[in-house]
């Protein structure tokens, strides 16, 4: 899948509502004290924020629900003519604003800066095959179905169709639904991954070393 098609995903999973349980990177600091440490307490106290925010219909539960009324929240932002689909131009708008929203990483920034090159025409050919009615823009039938057909390329490519982090491993029963209490321990679980020496807290060496092993598992992917 080439890099214009997933700049145009990536509208396509915020507003389809997938991107709302998928685990945080980058807006939030957790190091509430400034102090270059993060203690449990305070991943855990950024982690609930955020769970209170995911969880859309107030009932405890990460699902289905939750996506769908958050793809429809931000569909409606979106679409700001109101007439129930959304052009390209309301697309990239709504991909920027979030953009704008969401501190980018250095690395990842670096590496857009360097893509260059002119994507408009591979865009537009992408967006014209989603938008099946022919109208002009995409409704939030057409959206789904866009999202839907980006799983089954990721299963075709060994993926599976699976994207994102906690959200993946932290349904431990395996009935598309996050708890509370599931999301709770995979906080834990995490933070203990990250603290390798055992001190209980996750120094800026520690996560220095994380980034390492996530880039270098994005490079073995790539090279498969």
Request: aromatic residues 2%.
């Amino acid at each position: 899948m080439n890099k214009t098609f997933l700049t145009l995903s990536a509208a396509v999973l915020a507003l389809t509502g997938t991107a709302a349980i998928a685990q945080h990177r980058g807006g939030e600091n957790p190091d509430t004290d400034g102090d270059g440490r993060i203690t449990l307490a305070e991943m855990q106290a950024t982690s609930a924020a955020r769970f209170a925010r995911m969880d859309a219909n107030g009932d405890g539960v990460l699902n289905a629900n939750d996506r769908a009324a958050k793809g429809t929240q931000m569909f409606a932002q979106a679409d700001t003519d109101g007439d129930g689909e959304l052009t390209a131009a309301e697309m990239t708008a709504a991909h920027e604003a979030r953009k704008a929203n969401r501190p980018e990483r250095g690395d990842r920034a670096e590496r857009r800066g360097t893509r260059g090159g002119d994507r408009s025409a591979r865009m537009a050919e992408h967006f014209a095959k989603a938008d099946t009615d022919k109208s002009g823009g995409l409704s939030q039938a057409e959206l789904a179905a866009m999202h839907e057909a980006r799983g089954e390329r990721g299963k075709r490519g060994g993926r599976d169709g699976k994207r994102g982090g906690m959200h993946m491993t932290a349904d431990t029963n395996g009935d598309q639904a996050i708890s509370r209490a599931e999301f709770d321990a995979s906080v834990q679980a995490r933070f203990a991954k990250l603290d390798t020496n055992g001190d209980g807290a996750i120094s800026a060496e520690e996560r220095e070393a994380q980034k390492g092993e996530r880039r270098a598992k994005r490079g073995e992917r790539r090279g498969q």
